[in-house]
């Protein structure tokens, strides 16, 4: 029987759901897709749901060249006092959150950087949510990994599989996902294609009813790290 291993592929977003790490943790490699495009519209590579008193609030990092068709990697913040807010807004909305003082001081920590590159702090934060968690999962990025092509999207993705050695990836179940990721193809390369069946749990939160698809962090404040991977490794990655 031919030996199974599974890549997951995403781009390097800015601390990123449940859903994402619900991948990784299901993935013997995830890959932070650090080389392609950067996308010109609204994108989780810079912003990302916390829940306020108030409900739920985008925290969005200011950042430029975005119209410039840069890759991720090439993306600079364009504010550094913004890092300064953005660690004050975690800290006023969870410093009454069970594991905060656990969980906080890391990102205290990351966030008192001065990155010029959106990727650096991206890749850090996700680095140290990693950590914490305890997640055993190989971490790379595209631009460390050689490939035969250059090309984005499809065609990139089974590069990056197969030099990885990978017979299995994970996709999210999303409409541009299926847009652009066809099965014959992959069947093709003997690639298995696992559409990701994620569904949310649901845990104690502040300020009142809970709110799913928020920052990673929500729950890993409020659940604690070591509980936060048990229940990402019990929900079930596919349905089929």
Request: with cysteine; glycine share 6%.
């Amino acid at each position: 029987m031919e030996n199974q291993k599974t890549v997951a592929i995403h781009q390097p977003n800015f601390l990123p759901w449940l859903g994402y790490f619900h991948k990784m943790v299901h993935s013997d490699v995830f890959i932070l897709f650090d080389d392609v495009q950067f996308p010109r519209g609204k994108t989780f590579g810079n912003r990302v749901l916390i829940k306020t008193p108030n409900g739920e609030s985008w925290l969005t990092i200011p950042v430029q060249g975005k119209g410039d068709l840069l890759l991720f990697n090439q993306i600079e913040i364009s504010d550094l006092t913004w890092l300064k807010k953005a660690i004050r807004t975690i800290q006023v909305c969870y410093s009454k959150a069970p594991h905060y003082k656990e969980v906080f001081p890391g990102l205290e920590d990351i966030f008192s950087r001065r990155f010029q590159r959106l990727y650096e702090l991206n890749i850090s934060l996700i680095e140290y949510l990693v950590k914490i968690l305890g997640i055993k999962t190989i971490i790379t990025s595209s631009s460390a990994i050689k490939t035969d092509t250059n090309d984005q999207p499809p065609g990139k993705i089974i590069d990056l599989i197969l030099s990885v050695g990978a017979n299995q990836y994970i996709s999210g179940k999303g409409e541009g996902s299926k847009r652009y990721l066809d099965e014959n193809v992959f069947r093709e390369k003997r690639i298995k294609l696992i559409w990701q069946d994620f569904q949310h749990p649901e845990y104690k939160q502040l300020y009142g009813e809970f709110i799913p698809n928020l920052s990673i962090i929500d729950m890993v404040f409020m659940e604690g790290p070591e509980k936060t991977l048990e229940i990402l490794k019990n929900i079930r990655i596919s349905s089929q």
